[in-house]
């Protein structure tokens, strides 16, 4: 398969992951460590890696994003750059909307400009985020309008930073021929998932037996993506040259259902006695997220394989295995 020969040609690299001790670049790390020369640079405000069996090939660079003299010497002799290194969940954005705005954005730029001096960057993929789209994405494309919501909001300062981020990444692609490939991540979930997401914190209550928590009506429609199909994406971006210049979306449409439906799909799969509650929500949401993934399809050969039955059970499987797993 196309996707498979795509994968493989990953051999003998430098390759970056920003972020790399977090979820999604975690797994990014174990599937090309092996036959690859691969550095991590983070400042581990959350480890996955420390789940990671197999450390071969990697090197860990502790840092901060902020930090340019760091990320200077990070990309040093560098052929493939991924850049996950962000601040993310509603919860903490909402909390510390600055810091959300310096680490995307200032962080990105610093990423960009110790990057634009280096002879040796043969890719740089940026990880972005669904919700660029604003509040209502049905089927959305790459060529469809981002939108955001008030200023007055602090849950926007995340899409509002990856969105400024996405226009720089571009520019530099633009102006100073950057090698970029832009992905407009849909919700992905999985093992070894950290944070806010709603299917890591449904998981974790129905194996303990706890209350699973849905804010407002649970009404809201999302379309869940497993990682091992988010990284087939991204390992696609990384390797098709047609990919260099564009941002593409990374999801599962044929996956989309309510938040409620979803918490009580994970209770009947996960065999829980765990009662779902509902709570009163303060904080502005996204209502409806399922993306249009035909530029994947046709630019990648991008396919996902993992329904959402297949994947909540892996999911399950895997935090039973470490109940210590945050």
Known sequence: MKKIAHIHAF????????????????????????????TIYDNFSRNSIKYCTNLQNVRIAKGNILSKSKLKRAVKDVGIIFHFAAIAGIHTVTKSPLMTM???????????????????????????????????????????????????????????????AEHLVRSHFLENNLPVVILRYFNIYGPR????????????????????IVYGDGLEVRSWCYIDDAVVGTLLSASTPKAIGQAINIGNPETATTVTTLAKTIIQILGSKSRILLVR??????????????????????????????GITKTGEWYRQYPEAP
């Open 102 to 164: 310096q680490v995307n954005l200032i962080g990105t730029h610093n990423l960009l400009e110790a990057v634009n001096k280096s002879e040796s960057v043969e890719r740089m993929i940026y990880s972005s985020t669904s919700e660029v789209y604003g509040p209502h994405v049905f089927l959305g494309s790459e060529l469809d309008r981002t939108t955001q919501g008030p200023i007055n909001e602090p849950r926007w300062a995340y899409a509002t930073s990856k969105l400024a």
């Open 11 to 38: 051999r003998d690299k430098s390759i970056l992951i920003t972020g790399g001790a977090g979820f999604i670049g975690s797994h990014i790390m174990e599937r090309l460590a092996a036959k690859n020369h691969v």
């Open 193 to 212: 998932q950290t944070g806010e997401g709603a299917v890591h914190n449904f998981v974790v209550n129905a194996i303990k037996t706890k209350p699973l």
């Open 281 to 310: 929500k303060r904080f502005t949401d996204v209502e409806l997220q399922i993306p249009d993934i035909t530029l994947a399809m046709k630019t990648l050969g991008y396919r996902p394989q993992v329904d959402l039955l297949d």
